[in-house]
């Protein structure tokens, strides 16, 4: 990459970072933004350039810069505002009258319980079982028996018994849903996705070539008449969809809903990607989409919203007989599930750990979104949900000023959508009385 195409511009300068550094693009871009932060070259506050500026100087694709700032947004270093252009974020330490994050969708502090503690209990008891050199060594791609196993448990609440050959274990949800769409689909393939979509879903479709459909949504999610429809106007490969907590509307599909979307794609035999990242919330959970159909739904899970976000795993249950084919799809992309977080998740549900640690997510999401109800009445969401919607209302400029970092609908559009609305994510303050502070704020400018 060349970062001295066109004049010189201050703001850019941190660009030539990015010759320094080596792997994907980027990852080297957001990595040389994150250093310039760290280093003091770039301070809160300062604008940065716009995508379409970075691709040019750069001499790359724009997709690529896209999904650079979209990591540099996950990671906190900066905020985008609709006509205003985007911003190094303001990042404050928990508890000074600062920045309140309302922005990254991260599961609360497990109540009564001790992450940190449990960690290190955990792994020292895999390290007194296990010699360190198998953790350091290659594994299958698809998981041991034992995680795959351990997959299958943990997801019994919602899908029911599971074969353990149909699970395969993934270094997270974005890494899973890249290698689905590598396995299902080709270049200039159209999928179907939620009007609002996880931005993961959409910059991962944009670098594949896929053209993507936004469906009409609802306060159930999907709408079946509007999916039948774009299925016969668009023949897509795959519909893609969160059921439960929709991410960011918050929207939960009934059993009757998800048995008519199930009935519209099974009728069109168009297979569907399920995202249930937050489908072990609730305390009934509800039966996810593959278990309605097995045979056409490729199911995926995280652990990054039910126990913890460093935890980086993820479970796929693939429709069956075609474990082993996503599997191949998912080591071209990451050779094996990382070892050591493999074992502590395996060991966590095993052990019962997991239970407890989601059971305490829970108790804290459901103390958080009543807090919600209460300060902020307007905004929509489940009891369980780690994120609430505001309809119609956008990010500007006075919610930075007001101390508030905030996602608007423009992250999550999928192309040709309009509408506004906010994500408020529950989760990332790591106490309440801070989050109380950021949603009275919040409901002072949007209320």
């Known amino acids: 990459m060349d970062a001295t195409k066109g004049s010189p511009n201050p703001a850019a300068a ?47 694709d724009f997709t690529t810069v896209t999904r650079a700032y979209a990591l540099a947004r996950e990671r906190g270093l900066i905020e985008g505002t609709a ?42 008891a895999i390290l007194a079982r296990t010699d360190p050199a198998t953790l350091m060594a290659y594994h299958s791609g698809a998981g041991s028996l034992a995680q795959r196993a351990a997959g299958a448990a943990w997801l019994a609440p919602n899908l029911g018994e599971v074969d353990p050959a149909r699970v395969v274990v993934a270094s ?23 009007a609002f979509a996880y931005p993961g879903l959409l910059a991962t479709a944009a670098r594949r070539g896929l053209t993507v459909i936004g469906c009409p949504l609802d ?81 995926v899970a995280t652990t990054a919203k039910t126990l913890s976000p460093g935890l980086r795993v993820a479970y796929v249950v693939a429709p069956p007989g075609r474990a082993e084919g996503f599997a191949t799809a998912l080591h071209a992309i ?13 060991s966590w549900i ?11 997510v829970r108790e804290e999401a459901i103390a958080r979104r009543a807090l919600a109800d209460e300060l902020l009445p307007g905004a929509v969401g489940g009891p369980e949900s780690l994120h609430v919607w505001l309809p119609d209302a956008r990010a500007d400029w006075a919610a930075t000023a007001h101390g508030l970092a905030l996602v608007g609908a423009e992250t999550f559009r999928a ?33």
């Open 14 to 60: 941190w660009l030539r970072r990015t010759e320094a550094l080596s792997g994907p693009a980027y990852r080297r871009i957001a990595q040389a933004l994150e250093n310039a932060v760290a280093e003091g070259e770039l301070q809160p506050g300062d604008q940065i350039p716009a995508q379409r500026e970075v691709a040019r100087r750069l001499g790359i």
């Open 415 to 447: 192309p040709g959508v309009t509408g506004e609305g906010l994500r408020i994510s529950l989760g990332a303050a790591g106490k309440r009385p801070t989050l109380a502070r950021g949603l009275r704020a919040l409901a002072n400018l949007y209320g």
């Open 219 to 299: 306060d159930q999610g999907l709408e079946p008449e509007g999916l039948a429809r774009l299925i016969a106007e668009h023949r897509p490969r795959l519909i893609c969809c969160t059921p439960t907590f929709q991410n960011p509307t918050a929207a939960t599909m009934s059993l009757a809903r998800r048995e008519a979307v199930v009935a519209v794609a099974r009728a069109a035999g168009v297979t569907i990607i399920e995202d249930d990242a937050y489908g072990l919330l609730p305390a009934s959970p509800l039966p996810a989409l593959a278990s309605l159909w097995p045979e056409g739904v490729f199911h």
């Open 334 to 346: 990451a050779q094996m599930p990382p070892p050591l977080m493999a074992a502590v998740a395996t």
């Open 83 to 124: 006509g205003r252009g985007t911003f190094i974020r303001l990042r404050t330490e928990e508890g000074e009258a600062g920045l309140v994050d309302l922005s990254m969708n991260l599961p609360p502090p497990p109540a009564g319980l001790n992450l940190a503690a449990l960690l290190r209990e955990t792994t020292g």
């Open 350 to 360: 095993r052990e019962g750990v997991a239970g407890r640690v989601l059971a305490g």
């Open 172 to 194: 997270g949800a974005q890494t899973a849903l890249s290698a689905m769409l590598d396995h299902l689909t080709r270049p200039g393939d159209v999928i179907l996705a939620e």
